[in-house]
Structure formats: structure tokens, C-alpha cells
């Protein structure tokens, strides 16, 4: 489990593969889709083959294990970032309505300063691993966690809570006692957690799925409605990915409106042959694919590993917090992948951007510990 975790390829690799199964599994797809499917099976077999060779690990996990978060310079700053994000999360919450407690529809809904308020918002995901790692007092522990867990809820925003969801799994997984079983079931609880809040989430922003007009397999349709729900989320990106592959479908627009901020495309309103207008998730390769081909989708993919790796090798310099943020907030990406895009945007940027500035900050404020010795006697994390 340990030289999983610290194999930054898996990440990426592991999640693909099994998105593009699942897509097999639940429908019934053209010949003509399948090559679009092969075409991102072997491009994540390759970036593994890369990696395993060449690839940079993840530091032991007795690094992030000893290293002493709480009560540092970077743990001060992190505090004072959380307490900002937080307090945008209550903004949110009050300046606007709240989806779950009023219009499930309304969930996507961005006017009147809202989607400024939801950028800061939407870093609700880091609260939890702020909270577990720096906080000393318990209370504020756990109302960090409660807040990145809490938030994304009333705003329906499933996406957030899987980020919350992974980040607590991983800080979990990496400051474990390596001699220590691994914490499965905590681990396992978080993942049946997300699923349950996916499933019913989905049924209350989306409707039923009798609106969706996709081939979907036998066995898809014997499942329950929660599985559905999960089975289309995770399958759906690699099936419209064939798709277009098959239909040659030819526009940079989408990719130009994820890299620059206000350049916004709505997939609904536009011509893109979807096979299902209402379903128009389509991995994170996808505006690549429409932009420039398939080798253009194959090269997005090995940029994203790249990225990844980058974020592994800060992480070996340090396991601090901030390059830690880093690494989850990219393995996260990888990881959904599959999905829609999320690491080749200007706010993933603008995230790394600021935690690349909160870490500068926290070496230029005094440094009050430096002649005290470090002490591991607050092991929030683990607890």
C-alpha cells in the first residue's frame, strides 16, 4: 500500500482505466467509440511505463508522519487562510440562496457577484487538511473539517466534496504509523459517505435519469438508482470522449474558455454532437481533442503527469503544507480526470499560484520556534 501511495502515476493511471471500463460495463457503445476509449487506455499505460522507470516518488511516509505542522510559521498563515475561506463560505451561504434548502436547480446559478464569492468558496476542500495538521484546538479542529465538509453540501457541489472527501483520506493514508495497519475503515467510510451524498445529490440537482437518452447496457439498467448515478458519473467522460473522437468534431473554443477567466462556453448552447445534450461531461482531454486532435489529448495527458510530478518532486524538498496542498489539489485532478477538466483552468492555476505566495509569506514572517526543538506530542492527524 505504501509504494502505491507513493507512485504519483497511479493517480492518474489507476483512475482512467477504470473509468474506461466502467464505461464499457455500463453501455453500449458503437465500435467507432471504442477507439476513442483505446486511444485513453494506452495513453495512461504509457505514462505509467514512463513512470516506473524514471518517475519521481513521494517521500517515505515517516516524513509527513514527523513532520511538525501545527504551531509553525506555515500553520499561522494556513489558519489565517482558512479563517478567510471560511468566512466567504458563510457569505455565500447568506448573500445568496442555498440550493439544498431552496432550489436543487439552482445549483449552478452564478449571478450577482456569486461566482467572485464562489472562487474563494470553492477552496472550502482545504479546510479539512488545515484543520487536521495545524490546528492545536480541538474545536477549531473540527470545525475546519465540518466547514469543507458541510459547505459543498448545502451548495450541492458534488465535485467539492469529493475533494474534501479525498483530501482527509489522503492526509489519513500519509501521516499513518507505516508499522500500523492501514485505516481502512475509516477510509471506507469516507468513500461509502461520498458515494451515499453523490447518489443523492445527483437525484436532487439532476432529476431522474429517464431524461437521459444514452445507449446504457443491461447491467446498468438492473442497478439501483444511487449505483446509476455513480456509474454514469465516472463512465460518461470516457464514453463522449469516443464520441467526438468518432465524429471528428473540431472546435477551440471550449478549451480557450477554461484558460481564460470570463470566457466562459455553455456546452448546452452550443452545436457539439453530444449524444445526450443534458450529459456533457467528457474527461479532462476532451477540450484537447476538440482543439487539436488526438495527439493533442495525448500530449494534455502527459502535460497533466508532468504536473503531477512537479508537484511530487516540491514535496520531496519539503513536506510542508503548503507544497502538500499542492500535491492533493494535483492528484485530485488526476484522479478526476475521467471526469471533466479541472487541472488545465485558470483557477487550478490561480490556486497553486496562491499557495506558492502563502508559503513565501510564511518564510518571511519570524520564525518564534526556531530555538525551541520540534516535538511530534500533537498528532492531530492521526487521532
Not at 498563515?77 to 468566512?87: H, K, M, N, P, T
Request: proline residues 7%; glycine residues 8%; positive net charge.
Amino acid at each position: 500500500m505504501s509504494r502505491l501511495l507513493r507512485l504519483p502515476s497511479i493517480y492518474l493511471v489507476l483512475p482512467m482505466l477504470l473509468a474506461c471500463v466502467l464505461a464499457l460495463y455500463s453501455f453500449d457503445m458503437p465500435d467507432a467509440y471504442l477507439e476513442g476509449l483505446g486511444l485513453l487506455a494506452l495513453a495512461a499505460l504509457g505514462v505509467l511505463l514512463i513512470d516506473l522507470p524514471f518517475g519521481t516518488r513521494l517521500p517515505p511516509l515517516a516524513s509527513f508522519r514527523h513532520h511538525r505542522y501545527a504551531g509553525t510559521r506555515e500553520a499561522f498563515v494556513a489558519l489565517a487562510y482558512a479563517v478567510a475561506v471560511g468566512f466567504f463560505c458563510l457569505l455565500d451561504l447568506a448573500l445568496f440562496p442555498i440550493p439544498l434548502l431552496t432550489n436543487p436547480s439552482s445549483y449552478a446559478t452564478m449571478e450577482g457577484g456569486h461566482e467572485h464569492i464562489r472562487h474563494i468558496s470553492d477552496m472550502c476542500w482545504t479546510l479539512p487538511p488545515i484543520g487536521l495538521l495545524c490546528a492545536r484546538d480541538r474545536r477549531l479542529r473540527w470545525m475546519l473539517v465540518m466547514i469543507g465538509l458541510v459547505f459543498p453540501v448545502l451548495a450541492i457541489d458534488r465535485n467539492r466534496i469529493f475533494a474534501s472527501l479525498f483530501a482527509l483520506a489522503m492526509v489519513l493514508l500519509l501521516r499513518r504509523d507505516e508499522h500500523k495497519p492501514v485505516p481502512w475503515l475509516r477510509v471506507m467510510l469516507l468513500a461509502v459517505l461520498g458515494g451515499a451524498v453523490f447518489s443523492v445529490l445527483g437525484m436532487l440537482r439532476s432529476g431522474s435519469l429517464d431524461t437521459v437518452t444514452l445507449p446504457f447496457s443491461e447491467a446498468y439498467r438492473d442497478a439501483s438508482q444511487g449505483v446509476k448515478w455513480l456509474l454514469l458519473y465516472i463512465g460518461a467522460g470516457p464514453y463522449n470522449f469516443g464520441a467526438i473522437y468518432a465524429k471528428h468534431y473540431v472546435n477551440a473554443s471550449f478549451l480557450l474558455s477554461q484558460l481564460v477567466p470570463g470566457a466562459a462556453v455553455a456546452t448546452g448552447d452550443t452545436d457539439i454532437p453530444l449524444d445526450a445534450p443534458n450529459i456533457n461531461v467528457g474527461t479532462e482531454f476532451f477540450p484537447f481533442l476538440m482543439a487539436f486532435g488526438p495527439a493533442g489529448a495525448v500530449l494534455s495527458m502527459l502535460g497533466l503527469y508532468a504536473l503531477l510530478a512537479w508537484s511530487v518532486r516540491r514535496l520531496r524538498a519539503s513536506t510542508g503544507l503548503f507544497p502538500l496542498l499542492i500535491f492533493l489539489r494535483v492528484a485530485y485532478v488526476c484522479v478526476m480526470s475521467p471526469f471533466a477538466p479541472q487541472a488545465y483552468t485558470w483557477t487550478n492555476g490561480g490556486f497553486i499560484a496562491v499557495c506558492l505566495l502563502l508559503q513565501a509569506l510564511a518564510t518571511w514572517l519570524p520564525n518564534r520556534n526556531a530555538l525551541h526543538p520540534l516535538s511530534d506530542e500533537h498528532d492531530y492527524a492521526t487521532r
